[in-house]
């Protein structure tokens, strides 16, 4: 084999390699070396040399007691994911791996954020002070308005968001599932009154385009809302109307109560989906609060229903 051949050779490996290096996610692929590194660290301490069921039932069989049931169904994401990817090994076809992760996962609630109802937003809105809350308002009010993720908040940037007098158009080109979204907020109460208040405090020498700039006594700085203090807002709203459990406010808390208030309007959850961007209904029900209100027009319904079945009758 001549040079020219090996060099080829060496070209296309390498390029194979930075492409399979890619099909890992990102944001977390540190979490993903350090799950996959943990399962081959075990197997040779284990002198284990094929990656059977029985292998792969052992190993999760021993994290289960270090695990909760939600994490060990990540690290088994993880694991399969660079096993499919680093070993051409899919442990999704393990039908006893399966169960027995299904198994222990029996009677596991995984804990949710809680949401802010539409009648807490309002009075939130209406009468919190701008000078104090200003910013607070106008994530509060994108983040329900198009279900935002923090890192969307945070990502946002004054070129994203045209205002055409009746409404803002919003656009979230970056998102966590790759689909990009657009959301409308329109002039209900003082809310473009709120984002056009906001946008106007922005000082002239800001170098950078982020809409979310930190706010203090009715000014803003030119320095930028990180993702902690965007994530906060939901608890920062709830501890001003003395909501109980402050602390479970969290940042999915926007995202969730966009759900749900759609949810209780009525809304079809392919609507929801296509709004949130979520492409499963699973994932979608899920972010949807059983809230007393959607409860309580359910049970309406009910006996109306009732009611008009034996009238009908008679």
């Not at 694991?79 to 070993?87: A, E, F, N, P, Q």
């Not at 689909?179 to 800001?206: C, W």
């Not at 009715?218 to 709830?238: L, R, Y």
């Not at 479970?248 to 009525?266: F, I």
Request: glycine content about 4%; overall charge positive.
């Amino acid at each position: 084999m001549n040079l020219d051949v090996l060099y080829a050779n060496k070209k296309n490996f390498t390029a194979a390699n930075i492409a399979i290096s890619n099909l890992l996610p990102t944001k977390s692929r540190s979490l993903y070396d350090i799950a996959y590194n943990r399962f081959k660290k075990w197997c040779a301490e284990k002198n284990v040399q094929v990656y059977s069921e029985n292998v792969l039932l052992a190993y999760f069989s021993e994290n289960a007691k270090n695990y909760k049931s939600s994490t060990l169904w990540a690290q088994y994401s993880m694991v399969k994911s660079c096993l499919i990817i680093y070993d051409n090994i899919d442990i999704s076809k393990f039908p006893k791996l399966i169960a027995f992760l299904k198994r222990t996962g029996d009677g596991y609630q995984a804990k949710k954020s809680k949401i802010l109802t539409k009648s807490e937003i309002d009075r939130f809105l209406s009468s919190a002070d701008d000078k104090e809350f200003l910013m607070i308002k106008v994530g509060l009010i994108l983040g329900i308005a198009g279900a935002c993720r923090t890192d969307e908040l945070v990502n946002l940037t004054v070129d994203d968001i045209e205002d055409v007098g009746s409404s803002l158009i919003v656009k979230i080109p970056n998102t966590k599932t790759k689909i990009p979204r657009i959301f409308v907020v329109t002039d209900v109460g003082n809310m473009l009154e709120l984002f056009r208040k906001y946008l106007s405090l922005r000082p002239p020498h800001v170098k950078h385009n982020r809409l979310f700039l930190y706010y203090k006594a009715g000014k803003c700085s030119s320095q930028p809302v990180g993702k902690n203090t965007m994530g906060k807002i939901p608890s920062v709203v709830a501890s001003y109307l003395k909501l109980p459990d402050v602390a479970c406010y969290t940042g999915h808390c926007l995202r969730r109560s966009s759900a749900t208030l759609l949810a209780d309007a009525g809304v079809y959850i392919t609507t929801i989906k296509r709004h949130a961007g979520w492409k499963s209904t699973t994932v979608a029900e899920g972010y949807v609060e059983n809230s007393i209100e959607n409860k309580t027009k359910i049970a309406n319904q009910v006996l109306v229903g009732t009611t008009l079945a034996q009238s009908q009758k008679l």
